[in-house]
């Protein structure tokens, strides 16, 4: 808001200095703005009681959960859908930019009564972190189902003869050891045209889009007065938004205009929905796709060709593919870091910990809160109490969502997807291919989603980073180890099943679905018991 984050800013009025000399996050709503050269006029110190009484008197007025005749008007929204069509509104701070692209921005918001979705957050924050978040929060759906729909069409078109399948692997089941023409077209749509879904998925038209408060838009950045009244209005604006969704970085409960705006609107809306939506959920998701695509493409070049060229290939191809895997580890142990610093933050709030820019914003804010909460002490037990209980419910305990890892299998049901199509069209019979659907294409997914849990709670479990390079570094081979050990394991047992015997394939698959459910539900149990610690 203004131009801050979900006002969740670093306060500094449009009519603030120059940008060169402002840091990052400025809102300065400030109650005047006169000076002709923009110059914000002198605070009152905090010792000159007289002049604090007068500002908090001002400001204090405006601390209204209620949308009066003044602040009706200035009720502006923007589908979420067109605003993740907008990159850029997530990376620049509307501080730095210049006053016809600030006009422009206001000029993409329309008229509403009320919110769906009030978006708080923080500029502080890596822009491109929270586009890719809410990206992903929005457009999972469309980017599983453009997966699944491109894994289908390259198996018909591959059946068809539509698209070439120039490589051989020769399957070694029980009864069927024939050569079988390959390609990589069931590899390439699941981890591809999935991942280009996600980032069409706001500009389908169909879609209904939730009308969100987004501050950078919302909030008008070029007029002071409207600006003002936007910002010391944040309150009546949360009383008519449908849920507050809490874009949460490590900066977030240490920005004294973000923890407002959750103290408003749990006070505005008593029954109203709070979701935390910490970016690092979808952060830890990119980082795991981007290694399921690297792994999935070593599991299709091995099926393929590389185990008939020896060993020396194969050496190779493991070192190109796992150095990736063991930096993606450590960028998620680092990720992982953020969610022990959240858990604590709300464990042990203050709110003189919680800084703004500006003396009379915080007045405004310290005063609105202790009228709405008694005093600063019963806000700050709010916090670490109902509140913090709130937000781990709202939050499925901060792991990674069971409908993400759908998206995730993408490449390795791709994968298995193109040996089915190689048995089909190398003749094979219907008990060999289901054999297979049933070990490769169900058990080893279902198996390799376990891992991948076990490599996730690991990597939060220490995430902590270690004083020394060496023992870091250690420390990140060590998690690796573990969950490479469960693949291999299931990856071994997995094709000697379907090289056996039908019998064998769906004993493997029955356990591998089995074992999976139990040891993630197992996992997650565990990091619900440490979330309540």
Request: aromatic share 10%.
């Amino acid at each position: 808001m203004g131009h801050g984050a979900s006002y969740c800013h670093e306060e500094a009025c449009s009519c603030a200095a120059p940008a060169g000399k402002a840091p990052k996050e400025i809102v300065e709503a400030t109650p005047t703005c006169d000076d002709p050269d923009g110059q914000r006029q002198p605070v009152a110190e905090p010792g000159e009681d007289g002049q604090l009484d007068m500002i908090a008197e001002v400001v204090g007025r405006r601390a209204s959960l209620q949308v009066d005749d003044e602040s009706k008007h200035l009720l502006r929204a923007i589908p979420l859908a067109r605003a993740l069509r907008r990159p850029n509104l997530w990376r620049t701070s509307p501080v730095d930019l210049d006053p016809a692209s600030r006009e422009r921005l206001w000029e993409m918001s329309t008229q509403v009564s009320s919110f769906d979705v009030f978006i708080s957050h923080t500029w502080q924050t890596s822009g491109l972190r929270k586009y890719l978040s809410l990206l992903l929060q929005t457009g999972w759906k469309v980017a599983t189902l453009s997966g699944v729909t491109a894994m289908a069409a390259a198996f018909i078109l591959g059946a068809t003869s539509v698209l070439p399948l120039p490589f051989q692997i020769t399957p070694l089941q029980w009864d069927f050891e024939e050569a079988c023409p390959f390609g990589p077209w069931g590899c390439l749509s699941g981890s591809f045209v999935s991942l280009l879904g996600l980032f069409i998925s706001p500009h389908l038209p169909y879609r209904k889009s939730s009308m969100c408060f987004l501050d950078i838009v919302s909030i008008n950045q070029v007029n002071p007065d409207l600006t003002e009244i936007g910002v010391y209005g944040i309150g009546a604006f949360l009383s008519v938004a449908k849920e507050l969704r809490i874009l949460w970085s490590v900066p977030y409960m240490s920005r004294l205009w973000c923890v407002f705006e959750i103290a408003a609107y749990r006070r505005a809306n008593p029954q109203g929905r709070i979701v935390m939506a910490p970016i690092f959920v979808e952060t830890v998701v990119f980082c795991m796709w981007a290694c399921l695509m690297i792994c999935a493409a070593w599991i299709w070049m091995s099926a393929g060709f590389i185990l008939g060229e020896g060993g020396f290939f194969v050496i190779l191809a493991l070192v190109v593919v796992l150095t990736p895997v063991c930096v993606a580890i450590h960028l998620l142990r680092r990720t992982l870091n953020s969610k022990h610093v959240l858990l604590e933050g709300l464990s042990t709030f203050e709110l003189q910990h919680a800084h703004c820019r500006l003396e009379h914003d915080r007045l405004f804010v310290h005063r609105a809160i202790n009228d709405w909460y008694g005093s600063a002490d019963a806000f700050t037990e709010h916090v670490r109490g109902p509140l913090r209980e709130e937000l781990l419910k709202s939050s499925s305990n901060f792991t990674v969502p069971v409908y993400y890892y759908a998206l995730l299998m993408m490449p390795f049901v791709g994968e298995s997807l193109d040996e089915v199509l190689a048995l089909y069209m190398g003749g094979a019979s219907w008990r060999n291919i289901l054999a297979h659907l049933l070990a490769h294409t169900v058990g080893l997914c279902m198996w390799y989603s376990m891992a991948l849990e076990l490599c996730v709670f690991m990597s939060y479990r220490w995430a902590a980073p270690c004083k020394q390079v060496s023992s870091n570094i250690g420390q990140t081979v060590a998690i690796f180890l573990l969950p490479a050990l469960v693949i291999g394991f299931g990856s071994i047992v997995g094709r000697a099943s379907f090289r056996r015997g039908f019998a064998q394939s769906v004993v493997f698959s029955l356990f591998a679905v089995s074992v999976s459910t139990f040891v993630v539900r197992r996992l997650r149990r565990q990091v619900q018991l440490c979330n309540c610690c």
